[in-house]
């Protein structure tokens, strides 16, 4: 049974690790993207709508 345990959360982790590069990449492609564009892309802190050109992130 522990070894079973240990299995599903080594493979956990490994679909977390996947994912959180899937979504940096996918940040940086619309980064990029916006960037070409000279667009702003928007965010939310502390309850606040900010607008963020998008060639001032640095990815």
Not at 33 to 39: A, G
Request: without cysteine; positive net charge; aromatic residues 6%.
């Amino acid at each position: 049974m522990e070894q079973n345990k240990e299995s599903i959360s080594k493979r956990q982790s490994l679909i977390n690790k996947r994912v959180s590069k899937g979504l940096k990449l996918a940040f940086k492609r619309l980064v990029k993207e916006k960037s070409l564009k000279d667009e702003k892309l928007v965010f939310e802190k502390n309850g606040k709508i900010k607008f963020v050109k998008a060639r001032k992130i640095k990815v």
